[in-house]
């Protein structure tokens, strides 16, 4: 069975998603960012913080290569996974990747209460978050699928991945 692989920055609502299409579909769901927290024992925020982004980088690439020798899950990954192509080939290699995508002004409101964003601890993280978009794009343009979630309920979004996904899955079978 292939995986779900959901890609796309930080506030397009991965997580979420994931977790109520795990349990729909029946899938275990995996959280590329919980896994690095469960094996280091840390918060990303800490790894950030005493170790620095490149370290981070290191146990994202890590917590990919052990989450996809597994099949049939859904995996949520953080918003700069795919910056690294390893991480990218690893995750197409038995995956649908469908990218989450909302309007910066969104991700900024649903992100700017969580003190756990290392990379927006700045003056201004709307522009930030802008900047990291453009930045990151052609990344995010290697999804199969782009669904925009912004000021659109979690269960219709919910519902058009698994749709897809399930549509992906039957294919693949014939």
Known sequence: MPNLVLIGYMGTGKTTVGKKLAKRLGMKFVD???????VTGTTIKDIFDKYGEIRFRSEEKAAIRRVTRDDNLIIATGGGAVLDSENIELLQQNGLLVCLEAKPE??????????????LRTENPLQKIIKML?????????ASFRINTSNREIDDVVEEVGQIFVSYRDNRER
């Open 106 to 119: 969104i991700i900024h409101e649903r992100t700017k209460r969580k003190k756990n964003r290392p990379l």
């Open 32 to 38: 590329t960012d919980h896994e690095i927290e469960r």
């Open 134 to 142: 453009a930045e990151r794009e052609p990344f995010y343009g290697l």
